[in-house]
């Protein structure tokens, strides 16, 4: 599996278990969580280039992390409130 792919899976599953966990943090759920799974995703599995130095993938992989994060926990309230 490639890394795009390990990314997207890694995202949706991160995203879907903090979720489930009561928010007690003074912060708005769509916005913590996509940050946490974006450092998580980050942590367990490295970026999608090599080296330190910043590129245009970079800003493609948090864009990417973030905004399949939200998305998904949109989805997940919409499911919660029907």
Known sequence: MNNI???LLSTIILS???FLFNNKSNFK???IIPIIVALLVKYLLGDW???YAWSSSDI???LFILII???TIII???I???
């Open 29 to 31: 759920t769509e916005y």
């Open 49 to 51: 280039d090599k080296g």
């Open 16 to 18: 879907i278990l903090l």
């Open 80 to 82: 919660i409130l029907l």
């Open 69 to 71: 994060s939200y998305i």
């Open 76 to 78: 997940l309230k919409n």
């Open 60 to 62: 493609q992989y948090w």
């Open 5 to 7: 792919n390990k990314t």
